[in-house]
């Protein structure tokens, strides 16, 4: 197909920086498109950073001069790249721009755009400028956006800009308008091969686009899809076939980086199931271990409860035998008296009378009793003793080797905390900007909250409501770290936060409002402070904590620095000077009356 000249010029693909035809464009988030070397040498070199004095730094666009605080991770506009090769193309092998046909049918590349034959008249221009508009509207799948409160995406604006760039100096083709050759007799052309229309058995040569479906002429006069958007269904289909090369493109290199990003894991998760494997095994066989020693201290156990309760039982049947008999003898007294008080013969009666009136001789039982050590519940309580203290082992288990685990795993000459470690910086306190319940040290190092409000100038600086405080050192470039020690503290906050914050009433704290810092309250629960909070699971309970700030990265870290292990980073792009932020909370809890203490770096060995 003839390319019309009153479509395309070189001056579309044009980088404004070069001033030559695009090389690898990408798009920035305004929209506008550069040669990807072009806009990264101009970034690099400084002359696209706003900012200045205690400003972070920004990043503009060459031709609008939008600003953006943190840097555009650019991707190649693969839409415009493949129309810039096909113009390229075009010029390089002098095909007529001026709508006249010429050369051969030969195809540019199998997934280019378009398959530009050069015979004249294969595809109306108002065709080709439709599949050019629809191909536009389609998202670029595999690559990644950056985030942006444009509501376009930099892919689909940049292929927008190309079509702001046409209109700007030509007027665009007419859209087709497909002319109605049909009647409610049927239509003038229709083919014996179509489909048949099950509803008026006429061939599907036609397609709507508001219902996204193939229909007859005679559908397209009933009530259902009259006033919708119908072209031929075949124009159709070129322009959706059109777009189907670049998305297979992208979509088998989007597979490929899978594939291999699934295989990685893959190999991974067999180490770690091996590994596993390996593990099980062995703490199976020392709890099968354990679980034998149990058994058999209960087996012991049992046997010396079942051993006192047969001594009790032994005593006890001695003692029941021995009253038995007493109340035996006492009852053949009883009945021998019975029967005296009925006999008639006074002879016998006087006779009998001295030895039964007198109750024989018994033994006296009230001291007497049956007691056991397993009444008192001595056994079961000594069990439970040794069983919680066993416990107590037991739930030390999983962290002593978790903690083991980490301490194999940190390399000591290279690990993260020992490089952060060179970017120590000398932080203290200022107490102009501390709540009047904070109580600062002389040395600018400690601070804890006391019991109630000292009597201090309200300078505007000053936190009124919210028990914080700023360091006197600020940032806006560079790399920067510090330690601070919360021991067994309850509930605090560290972090950094920006020196234009709002530090009167209420405070909301989060990225947004120019804070950036770990909190952890109720002893256990640890998070990152954005809206909402985002809970951190910290298996070990740090006692120093340490920060560090890459201002030029716009990147803020948190390290347990006894375990040499990352708690959590956030990434983000700081808003003019950064500060140290310290809140040691209040003592509701009653265990939170420790100070936090900022040390001395000791550099890791």
Same mark, same amino acid.
């Not at 988030?29 to 990264?40: L, N, V, Y």
């Not at 595809?123 to 439709?130: D, G, L, N, R």
């Not at 295989?263 to 020392?286: F, H, K, W, Y």
């Not at 354990?290 to 201290?297: F, G, P, Q």
């Given at each position: 197909?003839?390319?019309?000249?009153?479509?395309?010029?070189?001056?579309?693909?044009?980088?404004? %920086?070069?001033?030559?035809?695009?090389?690898?464009?990408?798009?920035?988030?305004?929209?506008?498109?550069? *040669?990807?070397?072009? %806009? /990264?040498?101009?970034?690099?070199? =400084?002359?696209? =950073?706003?900012?200045?004095?205690?400003?972070?730094? /920004?990043?503009?666009?060459?031709?609008?001069?939008?600003?953006?605080?943190?840097?555009?991770?650019?991707?190649?506009?693969?839409?415009?790249?493949?129309?810039?090769?096909?113009?390229?193309?075009?010029?390089?092998?002098? &095909?007529?721009?001026?709508?006249?046909?010429?050369?051969? =049918?030969?195809?540019?590349?199998?997934?280019?755009?378009?398959?530009?034959?050069?015979?004249? =008249?294969?595809?109306?221009?108002?065709?080709?400028?439709?599949?050019?508009?629809?191909?536009?509207?389609?998202?670029?799948?595999?690559?990644?956006?950056?985030?942006?409160?444009?509501?376009?995406?930099?892919? %689909?604006?940049?292929?927008?800009?190309?079509?702001?760039?046409?209109?700007?100096?030509?007027?665009?083709?007419?859209?087709?308008?497909?002319?109605?050759?049909?009647?409610?007799?049927?239509?003038?052309?229709?083919?014996?091969?179509?489909?048949?229309?099950?509803?008026?058995?006429?061939?599907?040569?036609?397609?709507?686009?508001?219902?996204?479906?193939?229909?007859?002429?005679?559908?397209?006069?009933?009530?259902?899809?009259?006033?919708?958007?119908?072209?031929?269904?075949?124009?159709?289909?070129?322009? $959706?076939?059109?777009?189907?090369? %670049?998305?297979?493109?992208?979509?088998?290199?989007?597979?490929?980086?899978?594939?291999?990003?699934?295989?990685?894991?893959?190999?991974? +998760?067999?180490?770690?199931?091996?590994?596993?494997?390996?593990?099980?095994?062995?703490?199976?066989?020392?709890?099968?271990?354990?679980?034998?020693?149990?058994?058999?201290?209960?087996?012991?156990?049992?046997? &010396?409860?079942?051993?006192?309760?047969?001594?009790?039982?032994?005593?006890?049947?001695?003692?029941?035998?021995?009253?038995?008999?007493?109340?035996?003898?006492?009852?053949?007294?009883?009945?021998?008296?019975?029967?005296?008080?009925?006999?008639?013969?006074?002879?016998?009666?006087?006779?009998?009378?001295?030895?039964?009136?007198?109750?024989?001789?018994? $033994?006296?039982?009230?001291?007497?009793?049956?007691?056991?050590?397993?009444?008192?519940?001595?056994?079961?309580?000594?069990?439970?003793?040794?069983?919680?203290?066993? @416990?107590?082992?037991?739930?030390?288990?999983?962290?002593?080797?978790?903690?083991?685990?980490?301490? @194999?795993?940190?390399?000591?000459?290279?690990?993260?905390?020992?490089?952060?470690?060179?970017?120590?910086?000398?932080?203290?306190?200022?107490?102009?900007?501390?709540?009047?319940?904070?109580?600062?040290?002389?040395?600018?190092?400690?601070?804890?909250?006391?019991?109630?409000?000292?009597?201090?100038?309200?300078?505007?600086?000053?936190?009124?409501?919210?028990?914080?405080?700023?360091?006197?050192?600020?940032?806006?470039?560079?790399?920067?770290? !510090?330690?601070?020690?919360?021991?067994?503290?309850?509930?605090?906050?560290?972090?950094?936060?920006?020196?234009?914050?709002?530090?009167?009433?209420?405070?909301? &704290?989060?990225?947004?409002?120019?804070? !950036?810092?770990?909190?952890?309250?109720?002893?256990?629960?640890?998070?990152?402070?954005?809206?909402?909070?985002?809970? +951190?699971?910290?298996?070990?309970?740090?006692?120093?904590?340490?920060?560090?700030?890459?201002?030029?990265?716009?990147?803020?870290?948190?390290?347990?620095?006894?375990?040499?292990?990352?708690?959590?980073?956030?990434?983000?792009?700081?808003?003019?000077?950064?500060?140290?932020?310290?809140?040691?909370?209040?003592?509701?809890?009653?265990?939170?009356?420790?100070?936090?203490?900022? *040390?001395?770096?000791?550099?890791?060995?």
């Amino acid at each position: 197909m003839a390319m019309p000249a009153s479509f395309l010029s070189e001056d579309q693909f044009t980088c404004s %920086i070069c001033l030559d035809m695009f090389n690898n464009p990408v798009s920035t988030p305004c929209g506008h498109s550069f *040669c990807q070397a072009c %806009i /990264s040498s101009y970034w690099d070199g =400084g002359r696209g =950073g706003g900012g200045g004095g205690g400003a972070a730094k /920004s990043y503009q666009c060459p031709l609008c001069k939008e600003s953006f605080r943190k840097r555009p991770e650019l991707h190649i506009n693969r839409t415009l790249k493949e129309i810039t090769e096909q113009f390229k193309w075009m010029v390089n092998t002098d &095909v007529p721009m001026d709508g006249g046909g010429g050369g051969g =049918g030969e195809d540019l590349h199998p997934h280019h755009l378009h398959h530009l034959d050069q015979r004249q =008249g294969e595809m109306p221009e108002s065709v080709f400028a439709e599949m050019m508009t629809r191909f536009q509207q389609l998202p670029t799948p595999g690559v990644a956006h950056t985030t942006h409160p444009h509501p376009l995406d930099p892919h %689909i604006q940049s292929s927008n800009q190309v079509s702001a760039h046409l209109s700007e100096h030509h007027d665009p083709p007419p859209p087709y308008s497909p002319p109605r050759r049909y009647s409610l007799s049927g239509p003038s052309d229709s083919s014996p091969r179509l489909p048949l229309c099950p509803v008026h058995l006429r061939g599907l040569e036609l397609f709507c686009r508001t219902d996204n479906t193939c229909v007859c002429s005679a559908c397209v006069e009933a009530a259902e899809h009259q006033g919708h958007n119908v072209i031929p269904a075949k124009r159709e289909w070129l322009i $959706k076939k059109s777009q189907l090369g %670049i998305s297979e493109v992208e979509l088998k290199d989007l597979i490929c980086e899978k594939e291999r990003k699934l295989e990685e894991i893959q190999n991974s +998760l067999r180490e770690i199931q091996a590994a596993a494997e390996r593990e099980t095994d062995g703490a199976v066989g020392a709890f099968s271990k354990l679980i034998s020693s149990v058994e058999r201290c209960q087996a012991e156990v049992l046997e &010396v409860i079942e051993m006192t309760r047969q001594a009790a039982e032994h005593r006890a049947q001695s003692l029941l035998r021995e009253l038995e008999e007493e109340i035996a003898e006492l009852k053949r007294r009883s009945t021998a008296l019975s029967q005296l008080a009925l006999s008639e013969d006074f002879i016998h009666f006087l006779r009998e009378f001295p030895a039964l009136s007198t109750h024989p001789p018994t $033994k006296d039982w009230s001291g007497v009793s049956v007691v056991s050590e397993l009444t008192s519940g001595v056994f079961l309580r000594t069990v439970n003793h040794v069983m919680e203290h066993f @416990q107590e082992q037991m739930r030390k288990l999983p962290e002593a080797c978790q903690r083991s685990s980490v301490d @194999q795993s940190v390399p000591r000459p290279n690990s993260k905390v020992r490089r952060v470690q060179e970017y120590a910086a000398d932080i203290t306190l200022d107490p102009s900007t501390a709540h009047p319940r904070l109580i600062i040290s002389e040395d600018g190092k400690q601070v804890h909250c006391g019991d109630r409000h000292q009597l201090l100038l309200d300078s505007p600086g000053r936190f009124d409501r919210v028990v914080c405080v700023l360091a006197h050192q600020g940032f806006s470039t560079g790399r920067h770290y !510090w330690e601070v020690e919360v021991g067994g503290k309850t509930d605090w906050d560290l972090g950094v936060a920006s020196w234009s914050v709002n530090r009167k009433g209420k405070i909301t &704290v989060s990225p947004t409002h120019g804070y !950036w810092f770990l909190s952890l309250r109720d002893r256990t629960d640890f998070a990152f402070r954005t809206e909402p909070s985002t809970p +951190l699971t910290v298996n070990l309970r740090p006692s120093r904590i340490g920060i560090y700030v890459d201002c030029d990265k716009g990147l803020v870290s948190f390290y347990n620095v006894e375990a040499r292990v990352l708690i959590y980073t956030f990434t983000d792009s700081f808003s003019g000077t950064i500060h140290p932020f310290f809140s040691p909370c209040t003592n509701r809890s009653g265990r939170n009356e420790a100070p936090l203490i900022i *040390c001395p770096v000791a550099m890791i060995e």
